[in-house]
Nanobody
Framework: QVQLVQSGGGLVQAGGSLRLSCAASGRSLRIYWMAWFRQAPGKEREFVAAIAPSGGTTSYPDSTKGRFTISRGSAKNSVYLQMDSLKPEDTADYYC????????????????????WGQGTQVTVSS
């Protein structure tokens, strides 16, 4: 069974930066995509970023592109999210995710492609 343990997050002023970390245990995830999603109160879970097994391909929605950077650790069993130029609308609970099967680039931005989830980390951006 895969466990994803998150760290980081917190409170920051608009324009500031935060870094989230997610470490996997129980199985090597080096051949799987990994991703970050977020969920604000009263809203659906939203795709934030995803990274291919090699780390050479990443995917972002327009809302985070150019401000957020996803990366993987050297052993490929951890994933990071560097968040810069944060806005109040980035306030949400953030979750890292990993699938139990090989997924495609087309599938990497869908929450239902992922089976393992971190415990969630709160990010609050004040204006």
């Amino acid at each position: 069974q895969v466990q994803l343990v998150q760290s980081g997050g917190g409170l920051v002023q608009a324009g500031g930066s935060l870094r989230l970390s997610c470490a996997a245990s129980g199985r090597s995830l080096r051949i799987y995509w990994m991703a970050w999603f977020r969920q604000a109160p009263g809203k659906e879970r939203e795709f934030v970023a995803a990274i291919a097994p090699s780390g050479g391909t990443t995917s972002y929605p327009d809302s985070t592109k150019g401000r957020f950077t996803i990366s993987r650790g050297s052993a490929k069993n951890s994933v990071y999210l560097q968040m810069d130029s944060l806005k109040p609308e980035d306030t949400a609970d953030y979750y890292c995710a990993a699938p139990s099967r090989l997924i495609t680039t087309t599938e990497c931005n869908r929450a239902n492609s992922y089976d393992y989830w971190g415990q969630g980390t709160q990010v609050t951006v004040s204006s």
